[in-house]
């Protein structure tokens, strides 16, 4: 079974950094390699939107639009990744998701993200205003 779990504050005021950090557990029997942190969005009355990931080599990757500001990491040794996104704006207040999606459904998971792949955090609503 893997489980991942999402956390951080809940309000963030405008201009400053959203900082969340995704904890995964899973049974060592399920084998995790090739599986990147994949971090996700949804704004109120829209889809959900691909933010980045990282791999299990520390490459990383963001969504054009959000690349400026966005910064994902890992650590292995406790099994999490971190999202930063900078000079937060009201436009950034969604419910965030973490997720570890295999290598080879990234493309997939880019042009139409969906939760029926990979492995899934609850989400944490992130509101940003003063």
């Known amino acids: 079974q893997v489980q991942l779990q999402e956390s951080g504050p809940g309000l963030v005021k405008p201009s400053q950094t959203l900082s969340l950090t995704c904890t995964m557990s899973?049974?060592?029997?399920?084998?995790?390699?090739?599986?990147?942190w994949t971090w996700f969005r949804q704004s109120p009355g829209k889809g959900l939107e691909w933010i980045g990931y990282?791999?299990?080599?520390?490459?990383?990757t963001y969504n054009s639009s959000l690349r400026k500001r966005t910064s994902i990491s890992r650590d292995t040794s406790k099994n999490q990744s971190t999202l930063q996104l900078s000079s937060a704006t009201p436009e950034d207040t969604a419910v965030y998701y973490c997720a570890k999606i295999h290598g080879s459904q990234i493309a997939t998971m880019i042009s139409h993200p969906t939760k029926t792949l990979g492995y899934w955090g609850p989400g944490t609503q992130v509101t940003v205003a003063s």
């Open positions: 899973a049974a060592d029997s399920i084998p995790m390699s090739g599986y990147y």
């Open positions: 990282i791999t299990y080599a520390d490459y990383s």
